[in-house]
């Protein structure tokens, strides 16, 4: 019961990001194709990497992230900062571009969390987000 309990959430949380990502999809000058928007939001998700670290993450090879890179910096979705101590290092950050097509809006998770808050015990939340913490570990 667990496993299909957990499976449905993953199912309804992968819808959510997808609706997500193909909203940010337009279709005109300077738009993201899905591929561009998949690579913005994985490098939104790894904070601040490399090249590199983007590269190995989605497995690809360093010409083609450096590819994807470029094509998102020049439609302003990317800022690429090369480090100081190794210029041959750019560190990636999504812009202020890209945080206008996927608002992860905060505001509507805080109401969701309220909600649970009213209907379960402190108690219960805590064992909740343990089994949550464990889980996120597994993965």
Known sequence: MLLQTIEALFRKYRLFCYRKLFAAVREKPGSLSATEAFSADIIHLLG??????????????????????????????????????DRREIVLTTSEKFSGYFDENEEEMQKKVAALSAQFTPEELCSAERVLLALGTLL
């Open 48 to 85: 601040s990497p490399t090249i590199s670290q983007f590269a190995e993450t989605i497995g690809i090879s360093q010409p083609n992230a450096t590819y994807k890179v470029n094509q998102l910096a020049a439609k302003g979705y990317l800022h690429k900062t090369v480090q100081a101590h």
